[in-house]
Structures are given as C-alpha cells and as structure tokens.
C-alpha cells in the first residue's frame, strides 16, 4: 500500500510538469453541532463533529491515478461507535491503452443488472464499498472481456450514523464477457466468487455465482428486451453438496420489455428470485451482512424495498405526453410475493399514477402524484400507506424563482394509524444559490420525549466557479427512508450544520 501511494505522489508530481498532464482536487469539508435530537435515544445527542475528505485525480497520457484521504474525528464521542481517525480510504492507478485497460487499486464493479454483484458508486443511503485489488479489460467495438479480483473495502465512515465500520477484507474475483452484434444484439456470461472472512461456527461461507443475460435493445424500432438468469452456490458452515441441492443453491431471473410508439411508451418487468442472496461479512456499524448485490426492486426510488432474498414480483408502468412532451402523465402498478413458498408469505402491492407539466419554455414546472400501497399475509393485514407529492417551481424573473415541494405519507403499520411527511419552500437564483425553509412531521412514536414536528432552515451559495457552501440549522425528522432500493433507518437531526466544497 505505501509502495502505491508513493507512485501516486509521483505521477501527481510529475504531471505538473507534462504538457498533456491534468491534476484536479476536490475537498469536501463539514463541521457540525448536533443537539438533542429527542429521538428517544441519547446514543446520537450532543456532540461536534468535524469530517474532512480529499480527493486528487491526475491524468497524464493513458496513465491516470487517484485517491482519497478521510478525516473525522467526535468531540466527545457519544459512544464507542464514533472514532477519530484520517484513512487513506481510496487509491486507484489506471492505464487505459485501447483496446487495453488495467486497473490496480480500489474500482465499481458490476454484473448485469446487479443481480449477481453490484459495487457501484451511489448515493449516501448506501455504503461506499469498492473493490480493491486488480481488473483486466478488453473491449473493442464486439467483444469485451474482463477478469477481477481482490478485497472488498468498504469507506471507514457510516455517512447516515457517522458510526465507524470495520473493514471486512471479504474476497471476490470474477469475470465477464460480452459480445455485440450489429449495435442490436447484446450477450453476455459472467461469474463471481465471494468468500467472507467473517467465520460462522468455525467455517467461513462459499459462493459462486454464473450468470446469463440477453439485451436486444434494437429488437424493432419501437422494442427493447433484457433477458437475465442467475444461479447460485453456497457452501455453508463447510459443508458441501450437489449443485442444485435446495440448501446450496439460489436462483435467479429478470425481463425487461421497453415498448415505445411516439408519444406512448410502456415498461413491463418481472423478477423472481428463490434462496439468492450475496451476503459478506458483518457491517460493524449497522450490525448485519454486507450485500454486494442489488437486484432491480420494481419499486419506485423513493419506497420501502422489501427483502429480495425469496421474492416473486411484476410491475407495469404506461406514460404519454402531449403538447410536444411538455405534459407528461403516468401510471405504475407493482405486484410482489415476499417468501411465496412459506407460511409467512406477504403479498405486496402498490399502484400510482401522477404527472408533471413544464411551461415558461421550460423554466417552470408542476408535478404530482399519488398512491396506495398495501402488504398483507393469509391472515392479516401488515402494512398500508396511503401518500400524495407534489412540486411546484415557478419562474419569478431574470435568475428567481420560488420553489415548492411537498410529500405526506398517512400509513398504518400493524393497524396503528400515523402520518408522515414535510414541506419546503424556498427562493432559488441560478449561479448563486438558495434559502429553503422545511417542515416535517411523523406521529408514529407519541411518546413524550420523542419529537413530532420539525423545523429548519437551509441555504445554499455559490460562492465562486469552484467553491460551494451549505448551512442547515434546525431540526429534520429521521426515520426509514429508502432511495433506489437502499434502506437505512436516519437518525433525527438537532443542530447545525455546515460543508464547503472546494473544487480546483
């Protein structure tokens, strides 16, 4: 690793000095003071906490080299999950000679549609997990082939809790390879192999995982069609069986169909998976497995995912726009079976429609939408949400406008009624920023010493071509909040709050 790092300090060194060289930085600095959050917990209440992250990018011919340094450090620490620390958290050399790239140090990787393996970079709902070892890749205009392997790495830092994770050193090596025809016709083979080194009774877990997708995305001039199917084999607690043995193996298929006739267009998906699941070792600050897959949810951004370990589900989504696509209205359904052979089978379903109209030429819009969403057993119902959102952003003049954004959730969970949601009004100027003022609410702890309503302020400046600012200060509801199939449980926020991004 130090041997690495000191190449990295050169080539950044000595792309100073050559004349096709580029070096850029970026540094991301926060400084916050959190408060009680009245939450009903004391583990996330008065502390500061100060997070610093750096990362430089050089480029000289077909040799790049990056890397990221992060700094955090908890006064005082509330409890032992909070640490002070600075970590080299991100390297990465790349040579890319066509047809040629050779990758060493930490990369994303992913496999189809994520069924089988997907470490990519997302947003802060998920965990920044890289791959650190090797990659190998050929790719022309036909063929692409590739092998990888090394440890997975996840960031040292929980952005959601600021809790600090242990790394795993979980191992993976894979490859893949595709070949295109004719820019219509895309086919591919992969496999990966993850081996945690997290140990259960003694023995650490093997799996390998092969896959094989299809994607005619030229299949007529108004259709597209993915095909992908998965199968899986563990090796648990160091005993082994036959391939297709039900305790050692998972399965898994997914199909896409894109239909598109001007002004109509139509998606219909459908997946199932039975016992497939690639799970690592503990994440130390959420205290349960890694997943180094994320298979497509059916679901909507911003909804709860349900398990997709043992899953069956469809879902149907229309759109048509008018007045030269200006106007845009849409419909989606979602069926899905939770654990469909089991005696806890939940049967989910959700459907929804909204739309969106631009006027102004653009600079001004109005969104909205609706739904209702349910999940049910044989005997009962669990869960039922009924939720509405809109947004509405209205040109003032020259770089003004006034923004609007609204979302309300009423839900009953185990027929216990409580309402969820928030308000945002704001005043944006392009290329300079903007002041927003937020209201949330959540009724579902009534306990006394547990917050309901919430109040912040929050504003944006673009302080120059490169340099950014954001303050919050106030309170914001916590809670379950899901965001492209990523779960977390967010802790309330009580305080302030400020970061400055630096860019050169």
């Not at 799996?207 to 108004?222: F, P, S």
């Amino acid at each position: 690793m130090r041997s690495l790092l000191v190449a990295l300090l050169l080539l950044f060194a000595s792309s100073a000095y050559a004349e096709d060289a580029t070096l850029s930085a970026t540094n991301t600095f926060t400084a916050e003071v959190r408060g009680d959050n009245q939450n009903g917990t004391e583990g996330d209440d008065d502390y500061t906490a100060v997070i610093n992250r750096l990362t430089l990018k050089g480029v000289t011919g077909a040799l790049s080299a990056g890397l990221r340094v992060d700094a955090f450090g908890f006064s005082p620490s509330p409890t032992p999950d909070f640490e002070d620390d600075v970590i080299l958290e991100r390297f990465e050399l790349r040579f890319r000679q066509k047809p040629w790239t050779l990758v060493g140090g930490d990369f994303y990787q992913q496999l189809g549609r994520g069924i089988a393996l997907s470490m990519r970079k997302e947003d802060q709902a998920t965990i920044d997990t890289t791959l650190q070892g090797g990659l190998v890749e050929l790719k022309t205009r036909e063929h692409h082939a590739a092998v990888f392997g090394g440890r997975a790495n996840p960031a040292n830092l929980d952005e959601i809790s600021q809790h600090f994770i242990e790394d795993t050193n979980d191992v993976m090596a894979g490859g893949l390879y595709d070949f295109t025809q004719l820019e219509a016709f895309d086919t591919g083979v992969y496999g990966v192999f993850i081996t945690p080194t997290e140990k259960l009774l003694g023995e650490r877990t093997k799996q390998h995982t092969e896959g094989i997708y299809v994607d005619l995305n030229g299949l007529t001039k108004h259709a597209a069609l993915y095909l992908e199917v998965d199968l899986q084999h563990r090796e648990l607690l160091g005993q082994s069986c036959s391939f297709f043995e039900e305790d050692c193996s998972g399965k898994a298929a997914y199909a896409a169909l894109d239909l598109s006739f001007g002004d109509f267009s139509v998606l219909a998906e459908g997946i199932t998976l039975e016992a497939f699941e690639q799970r690592g070792s503990r994440n130390t600050a959420l205290n349960r497995s890694f997943e180094y897959n994320q298979p497509p949810t059916l679901e909507r951004i911003d909804q709860e995912v349900s398990p997709m370990r043992d899953v069956q589900g469809a879902r149907l989504k229309a759109e048509v726009t008018f007045l030269e696509q200006d106007l845009l209205f849409t419909v989606d359904g979602v069926y899905k079976e939770i654990e469909p052979d089991s005696p806890a089978r939940v049967v989910l379903m959700h459907g929804f429609g909204g739309g969106e109209y631009s006027f102004q030429e653009g600079r001004s819009r109005l969104s909205a939408s609706s739904g209702y969403r349910q999940e049910a057993t044989d005997k009962a119902t669990v869960k039922t949400m009924v939720h509405g959102e809109a947004d509405y952003l209205q040109w003032l003049w020259s770089k003004l406008s006034l923004h609007l954004s609204a979302r309300h959730e009423s839900r009953t969970l185990e027929d216990d009624p409580f309402v969820r949601g928030s308000a945002l009004l704001g005043v944006e100027w392009t290329g300079l920023g903007s002041l927003t003022f937020e209201f949330g609410y959540d009724t579902q702890n009534p306990s006394a010493d547990v917050a309901n309503e919430f109040y912040a302020g929050i504003a944006t400046l673009e302080l120059m071509d490169n340099l950014s600012a954001r303050l919050v200060g106030g309170t914001q509801r916590g809670g379950l909040r899901c965001i492209a199939g990523v779960c977390r449980d967010y802790p309330a926020f009580s305080g302030v709050s400020g970061t400055l991004v630096a860019r050169y």
